[in-house]
């Protein structure tokens, strides 16, 4: 995918680089064989060093995405040019076969040391997004069922798709799932033929009885299991029946709007009995019935060609009212800025969603472990396990968000890791340094 790729520009850069430190290498050594006063195993020992650094960090450029080569290439490599080029000048001084450095070395200098310079500059103004505000559609009526599909992928992944950063709309439903056929990040199902999946495992026992059976109340969500007839009007397919006559589009509707009336197997707390995704007709992802079945036409419409690739849900009708595909939340690339209530900047960021809040109404998520950290965090420390850099709480916890993999919490209740990479990488992207400190502070304080 395309967030995902590293940039062909830096990396192609990257390798000038090392080629360049070669002939650095080269050069100190043949200029320093030519006399007998240098001393040419100092020079090309230093030099050599140059080049492995270089080389290795080549090949580190290649195992990171694009906007973290980007970081790595002004915090690192220019730095190591930098040096580079500066103990060239020194070599010919201090040798003195020139008095100075040759001008083609000098010129290059000034060019690092001013991308230095910048980088530093660029990194120290305050991480604001000057992104124009997004454009809200709006449509009556006529629409086609690829602009239905495609305003539920909009929901799903939002409009702005920022390099490196995992792309997510208002519906979050990246933040735990995986869409691809074939990747599994670990603690939710990938979606890639849901629907499929969804058919025949509505005939199945464990559906039919697990946790509640065909017919009952599931009463966090209100619904009643396998009866499609019975969801409430304003999302329901048209000619919707009971239990036997249940579609593709009637289980996937049923997962996103009961999580619990069936838990996949191997995905759910309490011996696959409870859901930890939440409802999302409710707060705090709340898609409207539009939305939601713009979200089942995207997921229908994305599988292989095929019965299951068909779109079944009803479009909007006219009368229905406008619809506005893409709000303003729901569309901007997430940022706070920290002017934002501590609640307002935490619902923002999903963190709720997984985690377990003391002090912010509706935080019940259940994928990560509950935010004791007053208590937590120093026992992490202590851990033997733990190989991070915090000294105290704040560090810790700082530490946890900027670079969750950093340390991996262990889960007690079901005496396992907790999952590695779950918990999104990239918070640091979606934060101004006010909101990291504010965030930091409040989460530090929480106890049970
Ligand atoms: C906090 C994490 C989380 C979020 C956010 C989330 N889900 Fe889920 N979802 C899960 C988990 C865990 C399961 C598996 C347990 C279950 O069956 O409910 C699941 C199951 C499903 C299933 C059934 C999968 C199957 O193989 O049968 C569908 C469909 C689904 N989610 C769609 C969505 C959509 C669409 C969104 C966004 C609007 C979304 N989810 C948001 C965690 C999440
Ligand atoms: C998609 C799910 C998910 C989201 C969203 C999420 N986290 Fe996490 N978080 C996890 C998981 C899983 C762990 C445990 C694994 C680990 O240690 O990385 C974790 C661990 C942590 C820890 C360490 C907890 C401890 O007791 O040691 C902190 C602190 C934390 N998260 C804070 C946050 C904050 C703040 C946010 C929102 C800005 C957030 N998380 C969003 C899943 C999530």
């Not at 080029?85 to 001084?93: D, E, N, V």
Request: hydrophobic share 40%.
């Amino acid at each position: 995918m395309l967030p995902e790729q590293g940039d062909i520009l830096w990396t192609f850069c990257t390798i000038l680089f090392t080629v360049f430190a070669l002939y650095a290498f080269i050069n100190v050594v043949s200029l320093s064989r030519e006399r007998d006063d240098v001393n040419t195993k100092f020079w090309g020992g230093i030099f050599g060093a140059f080049l492995l650094v270089m080389f290795l960090e080549a090949a580190h450029m290649f195992s990171l995405n694009q906007q973290e080569q980007l970081a790595f290439f002004f915090g690192k490599m220019v730095l190591t040019i930098f040096l580079l080029l500066l103990t060239w000048g020194i070599f010919f001084k201090s040798t003195e076969i020139e008095n100075q450095s040759p001008p083609i070395i000098r010129a290059f200098f000034w060019w690092t040391t001013i991308s230095v310079l910048l980088a530093g500059y660029t990194n120290w103004l305050p991480q604001q997004r000057s992104d124009p505000p997004p454009k809200a559609t709006a449509f009556v009526g006529e629409v086609t069922m690829e602009e239905y599909a495609e305003m539920g992928r909009v929901i799903i992944f939002g409009t702005e798709q920022i390099a490196g950063q995992k792309a997510i709309g208002k519906g979050q439903c990246p933040l735990c799932h995986t869409f691809e056929a074939g990747n599994n990040i670990g603690r939710c199902p990938n979606l890639f033929g849901v629907g499929e999946r969804g058919f025949t495992r509505v005939k199945e026992d464990r559906y039919l009885n697990e946790p509640v059976k065909v017919g009952e109340l599931e009463p966090k969500s209100g619904i009643v299991k396998g009866a499609p007839d019975q969801i409430p009007e304003e999302y329901r397919r048209e000619g919707a029946g009971g239990h036997d006559s249940m579609t593709a589009e009637d289980y996937i509707r049923e997962s996103v709007m009961c999580p619990s009336c069936y838990v996949v197997k191997g995905f759910g707390k309490a011996g696959d009995k409870v859901s930890p995704m939440p409802v999302i007709t409710k707060p705090p992802i709340s898609l409207s019935p539009i939305e939601v079945n713009a979200v089942i036409a995207y997921l229908q419409s994305y599988n292989e060609p095929g019965d299951y690739s068909k779109v079944t849900v009803p479009l909007p009708s006219a009368d229905e009212g406008p619809t506005e595909t893409a709000e303003d939340e729901g569309d901007a690339p997430i940022f706070v800025t920290g002017a934002e209530p501590i609640g307002e900047m935490i619902n923002t960021l999903g963190c709720p969603l997984c985690h377990t809040i003391p002090g912010i109404e509706g935080a019940e998520g259940e994928l990560g472990p509950k935010l004791h950290e007053k208590v937590n965090a120093p026992k992490r420390i202590k851990d033997p396990r733990y190989k991070g850099k915090a000294k105290n709480t704040k560090e810790y916890v700082r530490e946890s968000i900027l670079n969750p993999n950093a340390y991996i919490v262990m889960n007690e209740e079901e005496n396992e890791l907790f999952p590695e990479g779950l918990m999104p990488q990239d918070f640091k992207n979606k934060l101004s340094v006010d909101a990291i400190d504010k965030l930091v502070d409040f989460i530090s304080q929480t106890e049970g």
